[in-house]
C-alpha cells in the first residue's frame, strides 16, 4: 500500500484554470496596452491646434466667441 487514493496523482504541467487565468490575463494587459498606444497615436497625429476660425471671418453673430489659441492651419 502507498498510501494513495485512485486519482490523487500529481500531474505535470499547467492546470486548466490556471492556464486560463494566464491568457486572461494576458488579454486584459493587452488590450490595455494597446488602447494606451492608441491614445497616444491619435494625440501625435492629430492636430489639436489646427482649428476652422469663426472670428476670423468677421461674422457678426460671433463677436463673443472665443477664438483658436494658434492659427497655423
Do not use: E
Not at 16 to 35: C, E, K, N, Q, T
Amino acid at each position: 500500500m502507498t498510501g494513495r487514493s485512485t486519482g490523487s496523482q500529481p500531474r505535470a504541467g499547467v492546470r486548466p484554470w490556471r492556464l486560463a487565468a494566464i491568457m486572461l490575463s494576458a488579454l486584459i494587459v493587452a488590450v490595455f496596452v494597446g488602447a494606451n498606444a492608441h491614445l497616444i497615436y491619435v494625440a501625435f497625429a492629430s492636430r489639436p491646434d489646427c482649428v476652422a476660425h469663426d472670428k476670423a471671418t468677421g461674422d457678426a453673430r460671433n463677436a463673443g466667441s472665443f477664438g483658436a489659441a494658434q492659427s497655423s492651419c
